[in-house]
Nanobody, 124 residues
Framework: VQLQASGGGLVQAGGSLRLSCVAS????????MGWYRQAPGKERELVAQ???????KYGDSAKGRFTVSNENSKNKIILQMSGLRREDTAVYYC???????????????????WGQGTQVTVSS
């Protein structure tokens, strides 16, 4: 499984951005997708995820401002971000739980793969 993320960029505080991630390869092995982010000097944190049973979970920073969806596609995850703040500045990573080629056991003890990351910068 390979993940291709897009949509990052520079935006003013209060603005919006849409991140998209599309999976290719053995997409039948995907069991949930999500977005994480990592700011300089901080640990990677959950932004939003869609679980294998289609439940949606948001990290605390995303609640009420961000919306995640998959557009009824198992191999896609979209993150619509609005009301962006400077503290949202980070590299955003797409993630997929999977079992196929390209997926490996992470330090979290989960079979998964990560996209290359896309930079989101929010200016004041």
């Amino acid at each position: 499984v390979q993940l291709q993320a897009s949509g990052g960029g520079l935006v003013q505080a209060g603005g919006s951005l849409r991140l998209s991630c599309v999976a290719s390869g053995d997409i039948s092995s995907i069991n949930g997708m999500g977005w994480y982010r990592q700011a300089p000097g901080k640990e990677r944190e959950l932004v939003a995820q869609i679980t294998p049973d289609s439940a949606i979970k948001y990290g605390d920073s995303a609640k009420g401002r961000f919306t995640v969806s998959n557009e009824n596609s198992k191999n896609k995850i979209i993150l619509q971000m609005s009301g962006l703040r400077r503290e949202d500045t980070a590299v955003y990573y797409c993630n997929a739980g999977c079992r196929g080629f390209g997926c490996s056991l992470s330090s979290r003890g989960v079979l998964e793969t990560w996209g290359q990351g896309t930079q989101v910068t929010v200016s004041s």
